[in-house]
């Protein structure tokens, strides 16, 4: 499908944005893929790109966590794999629902997604201690986030890293680190398996993830520099945003 060099322009621009929200606090997702909708990609082409153009912001934050040690190297060895398997299961399974029900189902997930991201509370305490067996809790949220993920994905880096913090007692500036490790795994599976079945504008998607590659690096950069501070603020920022948005569909609807 090929859209006009303004439209791939400003989706772009959208991805670069995206790209460095998502490498710090999660929720990029909730800016590309309503983007590439209202440009006019069908719903099943619009999932596709959208994981053809992410894979390469949440690469790249990845790239800059891990240089600066941020990356928990034994988790990533259960939470890459089971990532992987979850995304591919979740990507397998929106490639069977009819093209005729994408455009409702993926609305309402919207929605959904929007609702859960702002009503939770936006900065839980990281407990004292982690669990008696942290890899058998990081695995099972790797692979359910996973899933989601490959199925439908806004919000998945803010859903791992509250769950990191919540369920393994990590800072924030470290969950939002491992949650790339994750994150990085889904996309890639998913967009393996979108590009096997023709479901990839790669038009689109390579204008965009040259975006995504420089948010990615930036978003990743600053919750470097920045630490827990600018991790916990940008989460609000994300929440925050996403209520007004959810606001606006609502009286506009």
């Known amino acids: 499908m090929t859209l006009p060099a303004s439209s791939v322009a400003w989706l772009a621009l959208a991805a670069l944005v995206a790209g460095a929200v998502d490498a ?5 997702g909730l800016i590309t893929l309503p983007s590439l909708l209202a440009a006019g990609l069908p719903p099943s082409l ?3 790109t959208n994981k053809g153009q992410s894979v390469f912001g949440s690469g790249a934050a990845l790239v800059r966590f891990a240089r600066a040690g941020l990356v928990d190297r034994r988790m990533a060895r259960v939470t890459f794999p089971c990532g992987l398997a979850g995304s591919l299961a979740g990507a397998a399974l929106v490639l069977l629902v009819p093209p005729s029900a ?3 189902l993926v609305l309402v997930l919207l ?3 929007a609702v859960v991201l702002a009503v939770r509370p936006a900065a839980p305490a990281p407990r004292s201690a982690p669990r008696r067996r942290p890899a058998a809790a990081a695995a099972a949220i790797a692979a359910v986030v996973g899933a989601y993920d490959g199925f439908f994905g806004p919000g998945t880096g803010t859903f791992l890293i509250f769950a990191f913090v919540v369920f393994l007692g990590a800072r924030l500036q470290e969950a939002s680190a491992d949650a790339k490790v994750v994150n990085f795994a889904s996309n890639l599976a998913a967009v393996a398996l979108f590009a096997s079945r023709g479901v990839v504008a790669w038009g689109v998607a390579l204008p965009m993830a040259a975006g995504q590659f420089a948010g990615g690096t ?3 950069h600053l919750a470097v520099r920045g630490g827990d501070r600018v991790v916990r603020w940008a989460v609000l920022l994300v929440v925050a945003a996403l209520a007004v948005k959810l606001g606006g569909d609502l009286l506009g609807g």
């Open 24 to 28: 710090i606090a999660g929720g990029g």
């Open 102 to 104: 994408l455009r409702p």
């Open 46 to 48: 619009a999932l596709g």
């Open 111 to 113: 929605v959904v997604v």
């Open 218 to 220: 930036l978003g990743a």
